[in-house]
C-alpha cells in the first residue's frame, strides 16, 4: 500500500472522530447553559471510547470474519449480544455515577420514567455499527473489484505478450520460406532479399517491444515487406499497393496489419496462373482503413503451413487491444477471391 495513502487514511479517520466527538458529545451538552458536573465528562469520555472501540471491533473483526464469509445470522447475533453487553455496561456506569437524575436536576425536568436506559447511547452505538459495516463491505467490494481489474490487466498483458511472440517467428517462417524459394530461381535477388529482410528484422526487434509503434513507421515496414514480396512473384500476378500520400502520423500497434497482407501472398501467389493482390491504406481523420483482396489458388503442400496463427492472433490483438474501436470483414467474396475491409480507431 502507498504510504501517502496510509497517513491520509490516518487522518481522515482522526479528523471525523475528532468532529463526532465535539458534535455528538460536546456541544450539544454546552449549548444546556447549565455547569455540568465533572461526572458527566467522565461519561462522555466513556461513551466516545465505547464508540471507537465498537466501530473498530465490528469493522476489523465481526463484518469481515463474519458477514463477508456469508455468516450472517451468526453475525447478527453477535451484533445484537454486544449491542446488549455495552446496554448493560452503560447502565452499570449510570447507576455508579448517577448521571440521569443529576442532569435531571440541572435541567429542572421531572424524573424520567425508567430514566437509568440511555436512549441517546443505545442510538449512537447502532449508528455507529451501521457506518462501520457499511463502509467495511464497499471497501471490500472496492478491493475486490480493483483487484479483479488487475488480475484481467496481468491477463491481457500475459496473452498479449503471448501473441506477440507467436508473430514474430511467424513472420521468420513465412518469409525465409519464400526467400528459400527464390534461391533456385536467382541467387542475386535472394541476396537482395534477404538484406532488406536483415533491415527489417531491426525494426521487428526493436520496435515490437513495445505496446505501441508510429503508424508511418508501420506503413513503411508494411511497404518493405511488399516490395520483398514481388521479388518472389512471377509476372503472371499483379500486386499493388496504395498508400496515403500525406499522413497524419499516430500511433499503431505494431505488426497489426501484416497478417492481412501476408495472408494475401501466402494464398494469392499461383506459378501459373494470373492473379492480383490489391493492398488499400487509407485514413480518414483517426479512421485508418486497411482493405486487401486477392485470387485464391490451390495451396501447394510445399509450402510451409502455419495453420492460420498470424489471422487468428491479429484477431485476438483486435479484440484485446481495440475492442469496440474496430470493424473487420474477412472471408472469400467470390470464386477463389478473398477480401479483407479493416476499420480501425487510432483516437
Known amino acids: 500500500m502507498n ?7 490516518i487522518l481522515v479517520h482522526v479528523l471525523l472522530w475528532a468532529l463526532l466527538g465535539f458534535v455528538l458529545l460536546t456541544y450539544t451538552p454546552l449549548t444546556w447553559g447549565v455547569t455540568l458536573p465533572q461526572e458527566f465528562w467522565l461519561k462522555q469520555v466513556f461513551h466516545y471510547a465505547v464508540l471507537i472501540t465498537l466501530f473498530y471491533v465490528n469493522a476489523r473483526v465481526l463484518t469481515p470474519k463474519l458477514l463477508l464469509q456469508h455468516k450472517t445470522a451468526r453475525f447478527i447475533m453477535v451484533i445484537l449480544a454486544v449491542v446488549l453487553a455495552t446496554m448493560l455496561l452503560n447502565y452499570q456506569v449510570n447507576k455508579w455515577t448517577n448521571i440521569p437524575h443529576i442532569i435531571d436536576q440541572l435541567l429542572g425536568v421531572k424524573k424520567r420514567h425508567n430514566g437509568d436506559f440511555d436512549i441517546f447511547m443505545l442510538l449512537t452505538v447502532l449508528l455507529v455499527l451501521g457506518i462501520s459495516t457499511s463502509l467495511t463491505a464497499i471497501q471490500s467490494w472496492q478491493n475486490d473489484l ?3 481489474q488487475q488480475l484481467q490487466q496481468q491477463q491481457v498483458s500475459s496473452e498479449l505478450s503471448f501473441l506477440k511472440a507467436q508473430i514474430h517467428p511467424h513472420f521468420f517462417f513465412n518469409t525465409l520460406n519464400n526467400i528459400y524459394s527464390l534461391t533456385f530461381i536467382d541467387i542475386d535477388t535472394s541476396r537482395q532479399a534477404l538484406h532488406k529482410l536483415s533491415w527489417m528484422m531491426r525494426y521487428l526487434l526493436y520496435e515490437t517491444q513495445n505496446d505501441t509503434t508510429l503508424l508511418s513507421n508501420e506503413i513503411r515496414f ?3 515487406y511488399v516490395e520483398l514480396m514481388k521479388l518472389r512473384v512471377n509476372k503472371n500476378i499483379t500486386v499493388e499497393l496504395n498508400t496515403p500520400e500525406t499522413l497524419a502520423d499516430g500511433t499503431i500497434a505494431p505488426m ?4 492481412f497482407i501476408e495472408n494475401a501472398f501466402k494464398h494469392g501467389i499461383s506459378a501459373t496462373d494470373k492473379g492480383a493482390i490489391d493492398i488499400h491504406i487509407q485514413q480518414q481523420g483517426s479512421k485508418l482503413v486497411l482493405e486487401v483482396s486477392n485470387n485464391v489458388f490451390e495451396i501447394s503442400h510445399e509450402k510451409i503451413d502455419d495453420g492460420g496463427i498470424g489471422l487468428t ?5 483486435l479484440n484485446l487491444l481495440y475492442n469496440n474501436r474496430y470493424q ?7 470464386d477463389h477471391q478473398y477480401f479483407v475491409h479493416l476499420e480501425l480507431d487510432l483516437a
Open 3 to 9: 504510504p501517502n495513502r496510509t497517513y491520509i487514511s
Open 328 to 334: 473487420l470483414n474477412a472471408g472469400p467474396v467470390a
Open 313 to 317: 492472433n491479429t484477431r485476438r490483438r
Open 146 to 148: 480493483h483487484k479483479h
Open 256 to 259: 497489426l496489419l501484416l497478417p
Open 222 to 224: 508494411i511497404k518493405d
